[in-house]
């Protein structure tokens, strides 16, 4: 069974992010006590006893958005400029290796993505992993043509995260990762989530605006 959860991410003044996050759960197994019953079993006859279960796949994510707050973007041909947002909601610009294609944020924090799981199995790994990733695009209030806004990287802070997607990946998708975590005694994990923003290697100016793009988060036991 498969549900999906899907919020609007803001990357302030207007500016949008959707987050997709699908909850998908496997082999729990809830087994139900048998009914009493009497039936009268004839010598010799096949006698028919009913075996039954109760299977529930549900768990719960409420999700907190990720907030880039007001960004600056500039953009030169064959140079890129990087924009992280940590777990902790951290900026680091490290990536603008040129000061001519910079991603300048102009608050010091912003606001990670949060995973809220709830109603889970109890002390079971929860795997976390990601696809189906979309460029941020101009939405609203950009004039004439506007190159996409690339997500370059996604993370988290699950326990033993062995990866994370990068769209550097020769596959992204198939060579990701999964991140893997373990839920409390209740069926409760939280779960950070940051990801990483890249200019255009062209010399077309980023337009103010509103920009949206998105990707899918998969949680699976």
Request: net charge negative.
């Amino acid at each position: 069974m498969l549900f999906v959860h899907e919020k609007n991410i803001r990357l302030g003044d207007g500016a949008s992010f959707v987050l997709c996050c699908a909850a998908v759960a496997v082999f729990s197994f809830l087994s139900c006590e048998p009914a009493a019953a009497q039936v009268p079993i004839s010598n010799g006859v096949p006698t028919t006893v009913a075996a039954s279960t109760t299977m529930d796949n549900n768990f719960s994510v409420d999700v907190t958005d990720i907030d880039f707050g007001t960004v600056v973007l500039t953009s030169a041909a064959g140079e890129a400029g990087e924009l992280a947002m940590d777990t902790a909601g951290v900026f680091d610009e490290s990536g603008n290796t040129d000061p001519v294609a910079r991603v300048l944020a102009r608050l010091a924090t912003g606001q990670q993505g949060i995973l809220d799981v709830s109603g889970g199995l109890p002390d079971q790994a929860l795997f976390i992993s990601y696809s189906n990733v979309q460029n941020l695009t101009c939405v609203a209030g950009c004039v004439g043509a506007n190159p996409d806004i690339t997500v370059s990287a996604i993370g988290d802070d699950m326990a033993t995260q062995a990866g994370s997607w990068s769209v550097d990946d020769a596959d992204p998708d198939g060579d990701a990762v999964a991140g893997e975590g373990v839920t409390s005694a209740t069926g409760t994990l939280t779960i950070n989530v940051g990801a990483s923003l890249r200019t255009a290697n062209t010399n077309d100016p980023y337009q103010s605006g509103d920009y949206e793009g998105s990707f899918d988060i998969i949680l699976a036991y």
